[in-house]
């Protein structure tokens, strides 16, 4: 069936670094959405990608919808200490009795360096 | 202001126990939708309703039941035939199935087996 793979699954940073992060699938999605959890709360969508090819920012927030349609990535520049979290890509199925619904990566965790 | 209001923010369950979740909105979205997330694990769907008195298994709906009396109000029941029910439980609703960019998810119920 349809998977997200996310990578990294964790990594740290430390404050002012550029993150980068991706997304892959072995299928074709048509959209791509990516959201931020906050420990103990509930994900919060920050970009919405709807076009192959497409880029699109929100403030510090970069993300790009792969020309195969295949991948995405979200970069974040001069990260802050509010950066930490779990960042999720997302997608809707393309096919089967659930197709519409999002299925989601498992996620990559961003803390702060020690 | 609008939202999705999920209780209780923690939940205690004995072996052999039923406990209900509580998941209400005043969106006015048709659709609701239950994940399960456990640690460094994407979100899994459990149950979707697209309207009123209808609603449909996702991917592990095994353990689970849901009813859908009221636009407002999606409640997930977590039945003792679920074998390992501690994990964090996400409500969400959208306008409908489609609208991606309308996904507002709940701040999360805790469930832990004592």
């Given amino acids: ?114 | 202001d609008g939202g999705i209001t999920q209780s209780p923010k923690y939940l205690f369950r004995k072996e052999g126990q039923n406990v209900t979740l509580s998941c209400e909105q005043n969106l006015n979205h048709d659709a609701m939708y239950w994940y399960r997330q456990d640690p460094g694990q994407g979100l899994r769907l459990i149950y979707y309703s697209q309207i009123v008195n209808d609603f449909q298994k996702g991917d592990i709906a095994e353990g689970y039941s849901v009813s859908r009396e009221k636009k407002e109000s999606f409640p997930l029941t977590v039945t003792s035939a679920q074998k390992n029910p501690t994990a964090f439980y996400l409500c969400a609703s959208s306008i409908d199935r489609r609208t991606y960019y309308g996904y507002t998810f709940g701040s999360g119920t805790r469930l832990t087996v004592v």
Avoid: H
Wanted: glycine content about 12%; some cysteine; aromatic content about 10%.
């Fill in chain 1, 1 to 114: 069936g349809q998977q997200l793979n996310q990578s990294p699954q964790s990594m740290f940073i430390q404050e002012g670094e550029d993150v980068s992060m991706n997304c892959t699938s072995s299928s074709i999605f048509n959209t791509w959405l990516w959201y931020k959890q906050d420990p103990g709360e509930g994900p919060v969508l920050l970009i919405a990608l709807y076009k192959a090819g497409e880029l699109t920012s929100n403030g510090r927030l970069t993300a790009q919808f792969g020309i195969t349609r295949k991948d995405s990535f979200l970069n974040i520049s001069a990260s802050i200490p509010s950066d930490v979290g779990i960042y999720f890509c997302a997608g809707p199925l393309n096919y089967g009795g659930s197709q519409g619904n999002l299925i989601f990566g498992k996620g990559t965790k961003l803390s702060v360096k020690p």
